[in-house]
């Protein structure tokens, strides 16, 4: 279980929400609205004593355990190994010892056969997405914030991103994301957020309903038949 109380800073006011162990999230908001800022707290590369997970302060865990517990993927990779391949750097994303059968099967899955033995820092954008999806799989940390991990990648690779996230590849998953299709086809609970506050939290169907989506977009979308539908 995750549980956030009463966090306030100069960017969040009064966050307060919880997660059961099951559930997952999709964090939704306008640009600025503080999701990056929240995701930050809730894996404590923001210090504070306001959020707990499985029962334990955050703040009190050893490094080991935080990592085991919560892992923040953020939107673009950073390498500070100029010569790292996409299997080491698979190696290094496991926490205890390394599952290279896990790995064989990764690269199968996500397609990245060819990039195996090339260097990450030539890497296109969305195959870097890919590669910080492979390593948080196999760094498999009891919940995973990932932070618009989908920002690049072609309408192929976003199905079978979509797929991954829809199975249980993962554990627990809180989704950061601007792309509404992907969020309305995820089934997660909503938490919205603008100006650094929550102002919606709760289940799927409640929030893309017609009448938020015009509270929270304006009329830039509405729900057709089952589908959303981006008045430009
Ligand atoms: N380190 C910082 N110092 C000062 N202000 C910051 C810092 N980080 C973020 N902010 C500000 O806090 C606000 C929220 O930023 P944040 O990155 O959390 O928003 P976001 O909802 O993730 O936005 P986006 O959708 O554009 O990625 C913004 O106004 C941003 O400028």
């Known amino acids: 279980m995750l549980e956030i109380n009463k ?15 099951n559930e997952n ?8 609205a503080g999701k990056s800022t929240l995701a930050k707290v809730l894996s404590n590369l923001i210090e504070n004593n306001n959020v707990k997970l499985f029962d334990e302060n955050l703040c009190d865990l050893s490094d080991k355990k935080r990592a085991e517990y919560i892992n923040y993927i953020p939107p673009k990779l950073s390498i500070f190994d ?3 391949t996409l299997r080491e750097f698979f190696e290094l994303a496991c926490i205890d010892q390394v599952d290279n059968k896990k790995i064989d099967e990764l690269i199968d899955i996500l397609n990245l056969k060819k990039l195996e033995y090339k260097y990450c820092k030539a890497f296109s954008s969305g195959e870097k997405q890919l590669l910080l999806l492979g390593s948080s799989i196999l760094h498999n940390a009891k919940i995973t914030i990932f932070d618009e991990l989908t920002a690049n990648l072609d309408i192929t690779r976003l199905k079978e991103v979509f797929d991954i996230f829809n199975s249980d590849f993962l554990k627990q998953k809180i989704i950061i994301t601007h792309n509404l299709d992907l969020a309305y086809a995820l089934k997660f609970k909503v938490l919205y957020m603008r100006d650094g506050k929550i102002e919606f939290f709760g289940k799927h169907d409640e929030f893309f309903c017609n009448e938020n989506l015009k509270m929270f977009y304006n009329d830039s979308i509405t729900k057709i038949n089952e589908h959303l539908v981006v008045n430009l």
């Open 25 to 32: 999230l999709l964090i939704l908001g306008e640009n600025g």
């Open 82 to 84: 100029e010569y790292i």
């Open 7 to 21: 966090y306030n800073s100069d960017i969040l006011y009064d966050v307060t929400f919880s997660l059961e162990e």
